[in-house]
Each structure stands twice: as structure tokens, then as C-alpha cells.
């Protein structure tokens, strides 16, 4: 199993002398039956993998539970509020500053966090050197590269882009029962208000049948091509 945790010791982050780290956030929320409540950040960790591979970056522990609530119907699902997350993240870039790194990449696997933008934003405007990565262009990159056949608003949750990145990269989280989970919900226009039960029995939205291995590894490179420009721009000056 990959290490959902970097394993570096000191002397190795002495040795790869990183300006820049990179948080992972994901989630502690329920997808469907054959992915696990930490999907979001086991998928955050494999790519933080893959970008830590290709480039000089400080790879720090995920953060495991996030603004979750759209998705409290469902058991097992926890969540901490947007202003717990802004704090977090921002006594996090405190004290990678205070040891000498010069910027912070925040992975977002969650797309209930919609206070991460903000925080980068509120950020660079202080003067601090932070990005939010990956964006939705950058995903969008990644589907076309794969071959997917949804698109982000079909695939939402636990769909083709989730299953696969997971049998990828872990493909041990994953269970029986994907192959038959595809659920459709495309006009989710009150989501905000009554949340995902609204819209889902099982939790699903997408097509996870269409999942693969091979797809999920595509993913993953392309979004590690498209990182290399967010490096440039934040070692500017």
C-alpha cells in the first residue's frame, strides 16, 4: 500500500532543501459503498506523490477532515467549520515560513472547501506566496488526457475520475460494487440547501463503471505536467 503519510525523515528534507510545501487536504465523507470515508485525502496524498516525485517540494501530512456538511445524511461523515480550515492553514503557512520555506501549495481533493480560495486570495494580496492547486482547468486537462467520458459536473462523487485514481494508486480501498453504482443527478441547482441527500440514495453521482486503473495513472501525470507552471509563478522574484 502507498503511504497515505510522507515517510521522509529530516535529513532528507535537509538534503532536498524545498522552498515550497505542499498540503494536501481531503475529507472525512462518505462515498458511496466501495470507496472509504478518506477518499478525499487518499487521493490527495497520491497526487502530493506524484508532484513531490517530479519536483523539490516539502510534502506535509493531509489534512483528513474538512468542510464536509453537504454530505452529513449519510453515517461516518465528519466535518470542522470554514473558519477551523482558515485557521489551520494559516498557522500552517506560519510555521513553514518561520522555518525558511518561501510558499505553500494547498491540494484541494475536496470541492466542498470553498473557503481555500478565499484563504489563497486573502493570501497573496498580504503578501504571502500561496496556490491553489488543481484548478478546474487543470482537472479538466487531466479528464481530456485520460479519455474520460464524464465530465466534472456529471462525475461529482465517487464517479470515473475518483475510482479511478484509487485503483491506481490504492487500489486496495476500492470494493466490489462499482461496476453498478452509476447514478445521474445533473440539475442540482439547490445542493446548498438540502445538500446531497436531495439528490442521491446511495451517495454516488457519476459513472463509476467507467473507472480504470490506466485512467487513473493518466490523471495523475497530467496534473503533475500542469503543476510545473504554479512552481514558476511562485518562485518569481
Known amino acids: 500500500m502507498n503511504h497515505l503519510l510522507p ?3 529530516t535529513s532528507d528534507e535537509k538534503n532536498r532543501d524545498a522552498k515550497c510545501a505542499i498540503l494536501p487536504v481531503g475529507s472525512f465523507e462518505q462515498h458511496g459503498d466501495y470507496l472509504p470515508l478518506a477518499t478525499d485525502t487518499a487521493i490527495a496524498a497520491a497526487i502530493a506523490r506524484e ?38 492553514v494559516s498557522d500552517i503557512y506560519r510555521s513553514i515560513a518561520d522555518s525558511g ?11 466542498g472547501n470553498y473557503v481555500l480560495a478565499n484563504i489563497v486570495q486573502e493570501g497573496n494580496a498580504q503578501g ?4 491553489l492547486f488543481p484548478s478546474a482547468a487543470d482537472w479538466a486537462d487531466a479528464r481530456q488526457s485520460a479519455g474520460l467520458v464524464t465530465t466534472s459536473h456529471q462525475d461529482m462523487h465517487a464517479g470515473e475520475l475518483e475510482t479511478s485514481i484509487l485503483l491506481h494508486a490504492n487500489p486496495e480501498l476500492v470494493r466490489d460494487g462499482y461496476h453498478t453504482a452509476d447514478w445521474a443527478a445533473d440539475d442540482r441547482r439547490h445542493l446548498l440547501t438540502t445538500g ?20 487513473g495513472k493518466v490523471l495523475l501525470a497530467s496534473l503533475a505536467g500542469n503543476f510545473a507552471s504554479v512552481l514558476e509563478i511562485l518562485q518569481r522574484g
Open 128 to 131: 504571502k506566496k500561496m496556490a
Open 51 to 88: 508532484l513531490c516525485t517530479a519536483y523539490p517540494l516539502l510534502q506535509l501530512p493531509p489534512v483528513t477532515i474538512s468542510c464536509s456538511h453537504e454530505h452529513s445524511a449519510w453515517p461516518g461523515t465528519v466535518s470542522i467549520s470554514p473558519s477551523t480550515l482558515h485557521s489551520l
Open 7 to 9: 515517510t521522509a525523515t
Open 196 to 215: 446531497m441527500g436531495e439528490y442521491t440514495r446511495s451517495g454516488v453521482i457519476g459513472r463509476p463503471s467507467l473507472a480504470s486503473a490506466d485512467k
Open 101 to 111: 520555506l518561501t510558499a505553500l501549495v494547498i491540494l484541494n481533493c475536496h470541492g
